[in-house]
């Protein structure tokens, strides 16, 4: 099965490819202080095998798409405390965004679905400003999906629906899927839990960051309990999302 990165593609088979189909994925995430574990692109780590695993199920079904290379910057401040997170202004990340939609809908890729795991509020709401602005111009439908919502947040575990959504079993479970040899396996195990609903401190409480919400090592949830095998399992879900996600948008 032929997967097609766009950085590792010629133009005239990107002209080729765009003859066949009008759907890209769009794998973003941040380069964030994930716990003593996990490396900081993590949630690009998560974005990008999502991706893969979408244009499987989707070239199975004979829609071909585009990967488009991943951004590794976004609205991070709330790994600021923690060496090595780097953030971007949330108008920045939009006009990204929108730069990055209007070139790949000039060469003809028009139905576009990012695929976003980090999932700062700001950082969401700044990919979702910039995907209404071209929709809304015309150049382009652009979805998208966010895990958080209900509809997809049900399909993923139970850590994650209690809102410890930070390098917690969850993301470590990915990256073990995935990229094993980041995974800081000594800490991974012998790391205690913390139970705090990330949402609710930031909603309720004002947490500006990882410290603010109660977190002295930048993680959440249960890392401890994680496996390659979760992690396969929670993409697979990842994947339906996108790929549901690139078919509805097809089909309006
Ligand atoms: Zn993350």
């Known amino acids: 099965m032929r997967l097609y990165y766009l950085a590792e593609m010629t133009w005239p088979e990107v002209a080729e490819l765009a003859q066949q189909s009008r759907v890209a994925l769009i794998p973003t995430g941040a380069t964030e202080a994930h716990g003593p574990h996990l490396p900081l692109e993590t949630d690009v780590i998560i974005a990008q095998g999502s991706c893969r695993r ?3 199920l989707l070239a199975a079904e004979n829609i071909p798409c585009l990967i488009a290379p991943p951004f590794y910057y976004g ?12 953030t971007i202004p949330a108008e ?16 003809g890729f028009t139905r576009l679905v990012f695929s976003n795991h980090h999932l700062e509020p700001a950082h969401f709401a700044a990919i979702k400003e910039g995907a209404r602005q071209v929709t809304e111009s015309g150049a382009a439908r652009v979805a998208v999906p966010d895990v958080r919502d209900e509809r997809w ?3 993923l575990t139970e ?10 079993a969850y993301e470590t479970s990915l990256v073990l899927a995935d990229r094993p040899d980041l995974v ?13 609903d990330l949402p609710d401190r930031i909603r309720h409480h004002g947490a500006r960051t990882f410290k603010e919400a109660g977190s002295d090592m930048a993680y959440f949830g249960n890392p401890a309990t994680a496996s390659a095998e979760e992690g396969e399992m929670i993409f697979q879900a990842l994947a339906r999302m996108l790929a549901t996600t690139v078919k509805e948008l097809l089909s309006r």
């Open 92 to 107: 920045t990340l939009t006009q990204l965004v929108v730069a990055v939609c209007q070139s790949l809908a000039g060469h």
């Open 153 to 155: 947040a049900a399909t």
């Open 159 to 168: 850590e994650f629906r209690a809102g410890a959504r930070h390098a917690g």
């Open 184 to 196: 800081h396996i000594d800490k991974q195990r012998s790391l205690p839990p913390v139970w705090i």
């Open 54 to 56: 979408a244009a499987e």
């Open 75 to 86: 609205v991070t401040n709330f790994g600021m405390p923690f060496a090595g997170t780097v």
